[in-house]
């Protein structure tokens, strides 16, 4: 029995009448640009993220792109970011004017090291932008008061981790919540997917709200009156009515990501060549990802190959040695956490719709490889 790294379709079963209804109310109406299902979708994720405003955009990368835009960076300003993560953070903060700074991540979470954060800070720093990566949040309580004591704006990349929370003094904190302003993204694979491409920002910042608002839609509030040079990155209304369909379910995908990964867990705990995934005791893990540091990873990439199992490494490469990035001058062993992750690294399935016969599949495979 094969068992695919992700079945849209196994969730496309259980949600087709909704999301269906939900697209053809669109189609009746045909207002496929900027429709009401937008600010909808809008108001219903800035309160999961216990924010103010959501603005809607085109693309996860563009949920990035344009607050970036927002700090009218300048060549020579700095971005510190972590090097383990997806293309687009460090892209973004290329594409708008600045240079990123790359810093090490925490071996046991994969995510950003304050620590790191804090020796890289110049006076040249504009802002950092952590990434919850694979689904659990970054120190941001260490993160926020770094920021705070040098006057810097954190920007959260929450592409992978919509829905995740973290407690902090007590308090449970979600993603979105607590930086200038976050990023996610709607791409298909993600927790809440679309059936296209879609990205949100959100913030309590009623300034840049308003700028946002402009930057999206070629930098004017009103049609044919333009107050800066902004871009066309509007969120469709055809996947904004996907994702009010979809959103309900949410809580209880990530609740079943997280009874996967402790299944997992339980039985991978006494393979000696694998460690499972840590997550920080302060942190619920929405498990976008359920990755493992495996031994002899490349080999047990090609047996799970040979048996059918799907999997991923997300990331093979880590960004500060990516050639594009080259003339920023870090060699092999700059960041040794970061680049020890990427020969470890692998991602087994974990979407909700998995069976129990399909986990004990993976687990066989991997006790398998090792004995």
Known sequence: MNVPMLDLVAQYSTIKDD??????????????????????????????????????????????????KALNLQLGDEVITTPFTFFATAGTIHNAGATPVFV????????????AVKRAITPRTRAIMPVHLYGQMADMLELMSIAKAKGLKIIEDAAQAIGARRKMDGEWRVAGELGWVTGYS???SKNLGAWGDGGMMVTSDDAAADRLRKLRLHGG??????????????????????????????AQWSAKRREHAAYYTKALTAVAQVKPPVVDPANEHIFHQYTLRAERRDA?????NKVGIGHAVYYPIPLHRQPCFEHLGYKDGSLPQAEQASREAISLPIYPELTRTQLDRVIDAIRGFYR
């Open 19 to 68: 999301v269906l209804a939900a697209m053809m109310k669109v189609v009746e109406t045909q207002q496929f640009i900027m429709g009401p299902a937008v600010p909808e979708l809008e108001t219903a994720v800035a309160r999961l993220s216990h924010a103010k405003h959501g603005i809607g955009c085109a693309s996860g990368t563009d949920a990035l792109l344009l607050p970036l």
């Open 104 to 115: 090490d991540i925490q071996p046991d979470t994969f995510n950003i090291d304050p620590a």
């Open 186 to 188: 709607f791409f298909p």
């Open 221 to 250: 509030a009103k049609q044919y009156h333009h107050d800066e040079v902004g871009t066309n990155s509007r969120l469709d209304t055809l996947q904004a009515a996907v994702l009010l369909a979809k959103l309900p379910r949410l």
């Open 300 to 304: 047990l990439q090609a047996h799970l």
